[in-house]
């Protein structure tokens, strides 16, 4: 990343989420994509806010351990997962000074099923304004069954899977 001119040696831009595919998944652990901002002169903010399971964070205890109801796969604890992440994106967004109306990209990764929580749960508070992807991956900590990101982008690059890029 320094090589890249990303990381200046103290703040991290990098924003990630680690996910395991339940179909097809590689065969070895691997680099999918990754996300960045960089200072520019555009007129609308850009942001990532990394993946957040349903975890509270700075507990020395293990994901596990800290899970919201871990283990629990009923329509009521996958809900509660959810709720639970759904508030940490938005405290995240608050912090950066957004909300969902600033996001153009919203994923989820779960393996339960999140139908029943699509419109009271995650359209009602405005989480799929620009939709919702929903990848069929665990989170990979066992215990964590739900996780999301977001970002506000302005421009993205994809690259061809077919050509080496460097």
């Given at each position: ?28 652990p691997?680099?999918?994509a ?5 200072k ?12 957040s ?9 293990g ?17 509660e997962k ?64 739900y ?9 993205e690059?994809?690259?061809?899977p077919?050509?080496?890029?460097h």
């Open positions: 990343m320094q090589k890249w001119g990303l990381f200046d040696g103290s703040v991290n831009p990098v924003a990630r989420s680690t996910v395991c595919p339940a179909i097809n998944p590689p065969s070895e691997s680099f999918h990754f996300s960045f901002t960089i520019g002169s555009y007129a609308e903010p850009t942001f990532v806010i990394a993946g399971g349903g975890a509270p964070e700075g507990s020395a205890a994901y596990a351990q800290r899970a919201i109801r871990s283990g629990e796969t009923s329509l009521d604890a996958i809900r959810a709720r639970f992440v759904l508030e940490e994106m938005e405290r995240r967004l608050s912090g950066l000074g957004f909300g969902w109306a600033d996001t153009t990209v919203v994923q989820i990764y779960t393996v339960l099923d999140i139908h029943p929580l699509l419109a009271d749960e995650i359209a009602r508070r405005g989480a799929a304004r620009s939709g919702v992807t929903w990848h069929y991956a665990r989170p990979p900590i066992l215990g964590l069954e996780e999301m990101d977001c970002s506000g982008i302005r421009l690059t994809v690259a061809d077919g050509r080496s890029q």
